[in-house]
T-cell receptor
């Protein structure tokens, strides 16, 4: 079974600074998808960024980028120029490309990010 | 507006009193799913449905039932709720027959906070 590990339960960053949230996963699959979701206090689950395992190029969405290391099974999220609105719980998630594991997202336990003004 | 609607947003009930949490999506999505979120555990899948009349268990199905009589609705039923089912519940949907499409990520409802006393 796939597992997703977020080793940092809480992190903080100064406004306008850069922060990196870590995520590692365990899988025997070669094709899969990885995601970062953001959950602000409103409880909404918001997709931040996604990465296909076969793509070597790291995904980027505005101030959000990932460092995808397939061999190391690592998928970290970098937030540049942090803003107060970035304060939230962040979840890393994995989905298999095919088979039974493709029917669900497997989530990590989350990292609570605080942004200090 | 494309959305996944869950009701109620908050629910307090007593042990053993049957309840239903409704979920409806207006995007004509084939795939729907229920997750529960608990502190320190992240989100875990309860049940999912690939299409009308097709449902299957996720990682934590015990104590829950679902039905998919119509494409747009996917209610979560707790026949005899217990305090360990106190949690935050999310319904989600996506396009995709067979497996949900990478290009159609999971859309989440706004969550239902359930308390069972």
């Amino acid at each position: 079974a796939q597992t997703v590990t977020q080793s940092q339960p809480e992190m903080s960053v100064q406004e306008a600074e850069t922060v990196t949230l870590s995520c590692t996963y365990d899988t025997s699959e070669s094709d899969y998808y990885l995601f970062w979701y953001k959950q602000p206090p409103s409880r909404q689950m918001i997709l931040v960024i996604r990465q296909e395992a076969y793509k070597q190029q790291n995904a980027t969405e505005n101030r959000f980028s990932v460092n995808f290391q397939k061999a190391a099974k690592s998928f970290s999220l970098k937030i540049s120029d942090s803003q107060l609105g970035d304060a939230a719980m962040y979840f890393c998630a994995y989905r298999a490309y095919s088979g039974a594991g493709s029917y669900q997202l497997t989530f990590g336990k989350g990292t609570k990010l605080s942004v200090i003004p | 507006e494309a959305q996944v609607t869950q009701n109620p947003r908050y629910l307090i009930t007593v042990t053993g009193k049957k309840l239903t949490v409704t979920c409806s999506q207006n995007m004509n999505h084939e795939y729907m799913s229920w997750y529960r979120q608990d502190p320190g555990l992240g989100l875990r899948q309860i049940y999912y449905s690939m299409n009308v009349e097709v449902t299957d268990k996720g990682d934590v199905p015990e104590g829950y039932k679902v039905s998919r009589k119509e494409k747009r609705n996917f209610p979560l039923i707790l026949e005899s709720p217990s305090p360990n089912q106190t949690s935050l519940y999310f319904c989600a949907s996506s396009l995709g027959q067979g497996t949900f499409s990478y290009n159609s990520p999971l859309h989440f409802g706004n969550g239902t906070r359930l308390t069972v006393t």
